[in-house]
């Protein structure tokens, strides 16, 4: 009995000693690891990892107050199914912004009509406003514009002399917005055998003290002639219509009696009150007569014999060309900013204020358009290069025409998966290895053979822009190749998974803003095939929907 009463003390000491030495390890051991988090700050970031915030942005930041707002998804986090709060000027509407799909895969939209608001929340003029998920912070505020008010027009027509089938279009408009994000859009129609033929003009953005208006100038060429006999003589023939961001529009419309009806004329949006309204100096020169005033020809060489300017343009796909110059002025005659304005078979096109490139995403499709770049020096004059013709477009990329029926077989003898055409496909092993070569991020599918960009265009953008996206990226030798391509529906599907890896039915080894990627595959003329990893399947949307992405395979 007394031995074991003595085992059972020997065992009490023990346990208390060793809770002791426990007492004492335990926090030194939290004090170490805190003292390492707070030295290494690499250790600290891989202990305590924030979790990422939703990011969202507003697809337009001016509209109309019965338009509605479209807010989209910045980063993964907010890619989510649920509704947003919305809180518009200190207003908290709870779950009112509901998903669209059918506008951008991660977009929601938010309406103020229907809500029994105080006229303020409607005024036009700036509004503040933050989103975010039910229960969560919202997120920083966004500023928006108001906008009802159509643009205030000024419109001159003149025919130029010696040419009765020609007319010139001068013109300035403007809005009573002033949102620094404005911007205008001038479209002019003509009907030509009973079918509108629609022109969009470029417009020059102009700020004077403070006040901002738009410009605009261009030359229709050969317009047909219509006897007073004929039928169409006093049917529509011309309108033009100016739209500004929010979707103000003003528009005016003439038969070609009226149209072609000699002299000069104007099509004037303004009275006085409107005017009254606007800067002494813009009124000036909106209210009288401006013409084309002669001043010194451009000059092409310097005293040294040197081209003032170098232009190269090449066509990276129809109707997109691009331009490239090299300023040869001496540096005591550079401008800062260096403007440059560029010419489209002599007529003016815009004004580039920094850098050296420029891309003309509505080039007329010609092979005989002519580019010219001109720039003003120190010294009052202006240089201008030698006029250029684009180098020949590239062969276009455009595979076979698949039909639907060729798809689903295509998909089924490959065990493609595809959630609508084959949802029992298991699709194929892959092989991946990722790298980085020359600075471009790739993805090597040894079970294919096929070396894929692992990310692709940030931007979306239409099947035209597609292949232009596929020009630039051979010309700038993506990680040391110029022969990436368009990949065929195949190529594209054998990517797809069976099952959704996080957001998408695609492996995480690429990245997963390209939710949808154009093919060089088609349906028909305006539509194109693509693969939708959001959706886990293919598709045929038209070729001039802008909300697709490249994914280059080579």
């Known amino acids: 009995m007394g031995k074991k009463s003595n085992n059972q003390t020997a065992a009490a000491q023990a346990e208390q000693k060793r809770r002791w030495k426990l007492g004492l390890l335990v926090p030194a051991a939290v004090a170490l690891l805190t003292a390492i988090i707070g030295i290494v700050p690499s250790l600290r970031e891989w202990f305590i990892t924030p979790s990422p915030q939703p990011a969202f942005a507003l697809a337009n930041p001016i509209t109309r107050p019965d338009s509605g707002l479209v807010i989209i998804a910045r980063n993964k986090a907010a890619h989510r199914e649920e509704p947003l709060d919305v809180e518009f000027d200190g207003f908290l509407f709870a779950s009112a912004a509901q998903r669209q799909p059918e506008i951008f895969p991660h977009a929601w939209r938010f309406t103020l009509l229907g809500h029994n608001l105080p006229d303020s929340l409607l005024a036009d003029g700036g509004h503040r406003v933050r989103v975010g998920f039910a229960g969560e912070a919202l997120s920083d505020y966004f500023t928006i514009g108001f906008s009802t008010q159509a643009p205030i027009v000024a419109v001159e027509i003149t025919q130029p002399e010696g040419r009765p089938n020609d007319r010139i279009f001068s013109g300035k408009v403007a809005s009573k917005l002033q949102a620094p994000a404005e911007t205008m859009f001038v479209e002019i129609a003509f009907h030509s055998e009973g079918w509108p033929v629609e022109i969009d003009v470029p417009v020059k953005r102009v700020e004077l003290n403070g006040f901002i208006y738009f410009e605009f100038e261009t030359t229709v060429k050969g317009l047909p002639k219509i006897s007073p006999e004929n039928s169409r003589y006093s049917q529509p023939f011309f309108a033009i219509r100016v739209r500004d961001k929010a979707g103000n529009s003003y528009s005016h419309e003439e038969s070609y009696a009226q149209f072609m009806a000699p002299g000069d004329k104007w099509l004037v949006s303004l009275n006085e009150i409107e005017l009254q309204r606007l ?276």
């Not at 009288?288 to 990276?316: D, H, M």
Request: charged fraction near 25%; include cysteine.
């Open 279 to 554: 800067p002494v100096e813009l009124r000036r020169s909106i209210t009288v007569v401006f013409r084309i005033i002669p001043t010194a020809q451009p000059l092409t060489l310097l005293e040294s014999g040197q081209p003032a300017l170098v232009l190269k343009v090449k066509n990276l796909a129809t109707n997109i060309s691009k331009l490239e110059w090299k300023s040869n002025l001496p540096e005591e005659l550079r401008t800062v900013p260096e403007l440059t304005l560029i010419y489209r078979d002599d007529q003016y096109l815009t004004t580039v204020s920094s850098g050296n490139e420029y891309t003309d995403e509505h080039a007329l499709g010609s092979a005989n358009t002519l580019y010219r770049v001109q720039q003003k020096a120190r010294d009052g004059q202006d240089y201008t290069s030698y006029t250029e013709q684009a180098a020949p477009t590239p062969a276009e990329q455009t595979g076979d025409y698949l039909t639907d029926e060729e798809v689903e077989k295509m998909l089924k003898d490959k065990v493609l998966f595809d959630s609508i055409r084959n949802p029992f496909g298991t699709g194929i092993t892959h092989q991946y290895k990722s790298f980085t070569l020359n600075g471009a991020k790739l993805v090597m599918d040894e079970a294919t053979g096929l070396l894929w960009q692992q990310g692709g265009s940030f931007e979306s953008m239409t099947y035209e822009r597609a292949l232009a996206y596929v020009a630039q990226m051979n010309e700038k030798k993506l990680g040391g190749y110029n022969d990436w391509r368009l990949p065929t529906l195949e190529e594209a599907m054998s990517l797809m998974e069976s099952k959704k890896r996080g957001e998408l039915y695609l492996d995480s080894v690429f990245d997963g803003w390209q939710l949808w990627i154009w093919t060089s595959n088609m349906y028909s003329g305006s539509l194109g095939w693509v693969a939708y990893f959001i959706f886990g399947c293919c598709n045929d949307p038209r070729v001039d929907d802008d909300r697709g992405s490249v994914r280059l395979v080579r």
